[in-house]
C-alpha cells in the first residue's frame, strides 16, 4: 500500500470517528432542546396566563444577550461566514482581500453560544412566541462542532496555533447538518443542509461523508431516546399527467412569491421597530407588546392560541383541509412580530406551518388533493425562503413519506426560483441569476 493511500485512509477514518462521536452529542443536546421546548409549551397551554408574559420574555432575551455578548446574537451568520471563509480557502487561498478577511473574521465560536441559544428558545416558547426551534438548533450543532474541533486541536495539535478554515468548515457543516437531521428525523435532508445552507453556490464534497455520518448518528440517537419529532399525515397519491404538471408549475410559482412575501414582511417588520434606537430595551418592549395584542385579538376572534409557539397543529388541519381563511396570515403576522422582539428559535417550522395552510387553501382551485397541495406549499415555501431546493426536495421525501418524487422535485425547483434573492440567512452566497421571475 503506498504512503499516499494509507494516509487518506488514516484521513478519512479519523472524520468518521470524530464525527459519529459529534453526532451523538448533536443527537443528545438536540433532543433535549426538543423536550424542552415540548416542555415549555405544556406548561403555557396549561397556564395560558403566561402569554401576558410576552413583553416580559422579550426584556429578558435581550438582558441575556447584553450581558453576556451582545455578538451572539449575530451567531447565525457569524457560523455561515465561518464556513464560507473555508470554501474561499480552498479556491483562492492566496488572494489578498480573503486574508484580510479570514484575519478579520477568524473568531471562534464561543462556548458560551449553545446553553444561551438553549436557555432563550425555552423562553420564547414558554411565554408564547411564534418561533420555531430549528434555527437555534442549527447554531448549537454548528457551536457544538467548533468547540469540539477546537478540544481535539488543543489536546493533540498544540505546535499549530489555530484550527485551519478547511478543516474548522467541515465541523462547522457537520454539526450543523447533524442538528437539522435530528430536528425533523430526517438525514439525508440533514446532510444536504449542512453542505449547503451558508453557500448553495459551492458544495462542500469534503464535509459529505463526516456530515452524513453525523446527520445519522444524531437521528439515531433522537430515535434511542424516544423524542417526538413532527409527523404529518400521509399524502394522498395521485395521477401525475400534463394538466396536472402545468397546474403544479403555476402552484410552485405561486409559493415561491408567497416566500418572497413572507422575507419581505420579516424584514419590513424588523426595520420598522430598528427605527426606535433610544433604547434595545424600549425598542423590543413596544415590539412585543404588539405581539401581545395581536395574540390577544387572535384568541378573541378564534378561540384558541393555535397561532402562538410552534403551531404544529396547523399543518395536520391543512392536510385535512380544515384551513381557515387567515390562517397563514396571522401566521405570518406573530411570526414577523416574533422576530422583530428580538426572541429566537428559527423560521423553518412557521414557514412550514404558512406554506401548509397556503397550499390547503390554493387546493380549491385545483384538482390536486388537498393533503398533497398542503405539502407542496410547506416544501415550496421552505425552497424559495432557504435557496435550497435540493434540501427541500429531500426532506419532503423523508418528512412526508412522499412516492411521486418528481412532482415535489418541480414544485421545489420551481419556488426556488421565483422567491427571488431575499432569503433568511442573511450571510449566505447565492448563485448567480436565483430570480427566474
Known sequence: ?????????????????????????????????????????????????????????????????????????DAGNQVIQMINLGIIDIAHPSAIGFKQDAQSNYSKISTKMAPLLFLNTFITHLVGASGGKEGVGVQIGASLGSNLGRLEHFLFSRKNPSLDLKQQGIWLISGAGAAFGALFNAPVAGTLFGMQFSSPRENRTDALLPCLVSSLSACLITQALDVHVFHPLAVEAFPLDLQTILTLSCMAIVFGLFSRIFCLVVNWTKQLFSNIKKSPLLRVAIASLCLLVASLLIYWVTGAFTYNGLSIDLIIQAQLGETSLAAPFLKLLLTALTLASGFVGGEVIPLLVIGATSGSLLATFTTIPVSAMAMFGAIGMLSGSTKLPLACFVLGLELFGYANPLSLFLVASLSYGASGKLGIYEKQILPEGVDWV
Open 1 to 73: 500500500m503506498s504512503p499516499l493511500l494509507r494516509k487518506n485512509q488514516s484521513h478519512t477514518f479519523l472524520w468518521l470517528l470524530r464525527s459519529l462521536l459529534l453526532g451523538l452529542i448533536v443527537g443528545a443536546v438536540i433532543s433535549a432542546l426538543t423536550l424542552a421546548v415540548e416542555g415549555a409549551t405544556a406548561i403555557r397551554e396549561k397556564h395560558q396566563f403566561l402569554l401576558f408574559f410576552i413583553p416580559v420574555g422579550a426584556a429578558l432575551t435581550t438582558f441575556l444577550y447584553t450581558k453576556i455578548g451582545p455578538y451572539l446574537k
